[in-house]
């Protein structure tokens, strides 16, 4: 699976941006894909996910009510729309895909569960 991210940009605290994944090689019905930031000094941290078969989503506390993360089956496209953005949402955004864990209602907040990664994109936000 090869994995593009795009959508990432400077914007104001309090804007939006919307973030999308492109995936090629094959289809993603089997998998799940999340989307991870690490921050300056900070450690790679989980912000969504969502099961590509079922639609199920999974979000971060930090983040929850201002994220969202869909995806277009049809154009093997994930997206995560960002909204109410703040200082502290600055970061490389990554997204991921990995096998999903049928075990599990809900796809894996742990980044070695994704064996396949973008190339990240930068978001900005200014105060």
């Known amino acids: 699976v090869q994995l593009q991210a795009s959508g990432g940009g400077l914007v104001q605290s309090g804007g939006s941006l919307r973030l999308s994944c492109a995936a090629s090689g094959r289809t993603l019905s089997n998998y799940d894909m999340a989307w991870f930031r690490q921050a300056p000094g900070k450690e790679r941290e989980f912000v969504a996910a969502?099961?590509?078969?079922?639609?199920?989503?999974y979000v971060s506390d930090s983040v929850k009510g201002r994220f969202a993360i869909s995806r277009d089956r049809a154009k093997n496209t994930g997206a995560l729309q960002m909204n109410i953005l703040k200082p502290e949402d600055t970061a490389v955004y990554y997204c991921?895909?990995?096998?999903?864990?049928?075990?599990?209602?809900?796809?894996?907040?742990?980044?070695?569960?994704?064996?396949?990664w973008g190339q990240g994109t930068q978001v900005t936000v200014s105060s």
């Open positions: 991921a895909v990995g096998t999903s864990k049928i075990q599990s209602y809900y796809s894996s907040p742990k980044s070695d569960d994704y064996g396949y």
């Open positions: 969502i099961r590509w078969s079922m639609g199920s989503t």
